[in-house]
């Protein structure tokens, strides 16, 4: 497994251990390797950057492993959608896929985005047509097509599952969750938009519990991976504000942040699909939810404050 560190990885890294698999982690580097020693004797290690296949392709050729689930991806907020990194990890995605392939690999599993999709559609299946506005989504789908041709001529299965909205443990503080969950914790009201805007949120152990439903399957091809309910912003607030007892107009500060024209108004998977094939159904419903991600931010800045 690629990206195990990362917010998705480390969730599905326990998941798969739990489970009884093998796992070997790519890491990025000893610090991040850290982020794994509560599990680090049940799991093999290795070294090295996604970006550098002289780093990894030995370790491929002596594991040879059976499957892999492909998470190492740029995601810093703010820096993300337009880096240049994201062509560059396009093609090792490639390289490592043919890597794989030509080492008896028989599973892929590699990560996309809803931002593949045209989202003015709003309500988004695997059929829904392409259009991607950002580096992001389109060095994503440039994987994904180059994955279909490897598909072609290789035995090795493949699918592409695409994310839509995640939140839970462990996010980038600068995100809309912790950024709301840490001020209503301080008692200092967040800038939010007018809050009108939809969006299909899904807790992070449920995202990786459908990417292991994926990727022990047979399912080939696209499959979404999301909540399939629609929230708004404003009712994704007043659900934590609920939690911490208190208001979303007392909380946050509705309509002082600018709208971003350029955001889809509607962001909803149609997940029927990985339903239909997987039999995935999530853990948590958006309160309870967002209950055990305030349980757990309340819990890391009582750790912090102790040092």
Known sequence: MTGATGFIGLPLTHLLLKDGREVAALVQNRDEAEKLRDVQEDLEMVIGDILEPGSWLAEIE?????????LAWITTPGIYLNSPLNARLAESGARLARALASNGCRRFVGIGTCFEYDTDCRILSESTPMRPRTPYAEAKLSLRARLVELSKDVPMRIAWARLFYLYGPGEHP????PTLVRSMMNGEPAKLTDGRKIRDYLHVE????AIWAVG??????????????????RALAECLAKIFETTADAA?????????PLDPFHIQADIARLRRETGWTPKYDLESGLRHTADWWRGACAKVKQK
Do not use: F, K, M, Y
């Not at 002596?62 to 492909?70: E, K, M, Q």
């Not at 600068?174 to 969750?177: A, K, M």
């Not at 449920?206 to 519990?209: E, G, N, T």
């Open 252 to 260: 946050c500060r509705i309509g002082e942040q600018p709208d971003n």
């Open 206 to 209: 449920d995202v990786a519990s």
């Open 62 to 70: 002596r594991l040879r492993p059976a499957a892999c689930i492909h």
């Open 174 to 177: 600068n995100r809309l969750v």
């Open 216 to 233: 022990r399957g047979d399912l080939t091809g696209d499959v979404n991976i999301g909540s399939g309910v629609p929230v708004t912003i």
